[in-house]
Nanobody, 121 residues
Framework: QVQLVESGGGLVQPGGSLRLSCVASGSAFSINAMDWYRQAPGKERELVAGITIEGDTNYADSVKGRFTISLDNARNTVYLQMSNLKSEDTAVYYC???????????????WGHGTLVTVSS
């Protein structure tokens, strides 16, 4: 089994910055890609940003130019640097990992429990 644990959420004023972290741990695995999703109250979960092990990234249009995703493969950690935050960025942010088991070579998909980001003055 693989566990994902997010951290770094909190309350920030509009225009401020936060950095989210997500650490993967557990059974032997290799990372193929990791993503950040978010879910605001009353809305569906949406993809915010993703990164592959090769370093290819993609972003939701609403966060382009403000958010940066990065991956430290040695630490099994993905980061989301968020800048110029807006009230509409308020949501629970979830980490998702696309992994391969080193033991069975099976594909693994893991989710964290989320971290709350609140942007408010």
């Amino acid at each position: 089994q693989v566990q994902l644990v997010e951290s770094g959420g909190g309350l920030v004023q509009p225009g401020g910055s936060l950095r989210l972290s997500c650490v993967a741990s557990g059974s032997a695995f290799s990372i193929n890609a990791m993503d950040w999703y978010r879910q605001a109250p009353g809305k569906e979960r949406e993809l915010v940003a993703g990164i592959t092990i090769e370093g290819d990234t993609n972003y939701a249009d609403s966060v382009k130019g403000r958010f940066t995703i990065s991956l430290d493969n040695a630490r099994n950690t993905v980061y989301l640097q968020m800048s110029n935050l807006k009230s509409e960025d308020t949501a629970v942010y979830y980490c998702n990992a696309d992994l391969t088991s080193a033991l069975s070579a099976r594909a693994l998909d893991a989710w964290g429990h989320g971290t709350l980001v609140t942007v408010s003055s």
